[in-house]
Structures are given as structure tokens and as C-alpha cells.
């Protein structure tokens, strides 16, 4: 099992909404790299949902990955903000995978908080430069967030 980080703005779409929907495609990424991590995604991998662009940013919960990534029909659509002229269905250039919801964090865990707990410190999040909206995360990175959220 892998573990791995995503990143989307609150008031575009919450752990909340996720927890209502039950499982998302989680389309619109933009990023060669987040892309080629995406595509590494497994079925059954966890992924901590991380609120950016908010007051305070940070993590929220656990989503799993639910289905490996496939092409993402944003980048099709000519109305959707996310649309790429460049992609064709013989050759899409942005893919997605379904995430499920999983829990919430009672506690949320603010970027702040981790970027003061120790063993996090290599937390690709937390390296200066680093604004990958879509990441890996060691085991252990993994198990101490989910400990701060319980």
C-alpha cells in the first residue's frame, strides 16, 4: 500500500462534499508531476485530504482510492474551466482517480502543527518550493497525521 497526499481549495470542493458524495474523480490537475503521481495510485492506497488555500490550510481526512486513475473527462470539455484543447480521446494528457471518502479528522490539523511535529520534517508539503497539489508520503508520515487527527 502507498500513501499519498492531495490538495484541493475548500470552498471549490471539502472533505465535507466528499463526505457527501461518498466518492469524487479527483479531476482538474494540472501538474506533469502531480499527474504522473496520480497515475501511480493504487486501489486500496490512502490519502489525506489537505484543505489548501484556506484560513488556516491543512489536513481534514482520509480519503482511498477507489478506482487507478483514467482519463480525466474535465480535459474534454469545452465549457469545464479544467478543458485542454491539446487532449484527445486517443490521447488524453491528464488522467483522475476515484477517491472515496473515508473519515474526517476530529481534529483538524492545521499547517502549522505540522510543520512543529517531529518526524515531518521531510513531509514533501512542508519543503520550501513545494506546491504539488498531489503527492507520496511515507508510512510513517502518514501514521503520525492520522494520530494528530484522531
Not at 491543512?58 to 478506482?67: R, S, T
Amino acid at each position: 500500500m502507498n500513501y499519498w497526499l492531495a490538495k484541493s481549495e475548500p470552498e471549490e470542493y471539502s472533505i465535507d462534499d466528499l463526505k457527501k458524495d461518498k466518492v469524487c474523480h479527483w479531476d482538474g490537475v494540472r501538474n506533469y508531476q502531480a499527474r504522473n503521481y496520480m497515475r501511480e495510485m493504487q486501489k486500496g492506497d490512502l490519502v489525506l485530504f489537505y484543505h489548501s488555500n484556506a484560513a488556516p490550510p491543512g489536513v481534514a481526512g482520509v480519503m482511498k482510492v477507489v478506482k487507478i486513475a483514467y482519463p480525466d473527462p474535465s480535459q474534454f470539455d469545452k465549457k469545464d474551466k479544467h478543458f485542454d484543447p491539446k487532449s484527445t480521446g486517443d490521447n488524453p494528457r491528464w488522467f483522475c482517480p476515484d477517491l472515496k471518502f473515508e473519515r474526517k479528522f476530529k481534529q483538524f490539523i492545521s499547517l502549522s502543527e505540522l510543520r512543529n511535529t517531529k518526524g515531518l520534517e521531510k513531509l514533501p508539503l512542508l519543503q520550501r518550493g513545494s506546491r504539488l497539489s498531489v503527492h507520496p508520503v511515507s508510512k510513517r508520515e502518514f501514521e503520525i497525521i492520522v494520530g494528530m487527527g484522531t
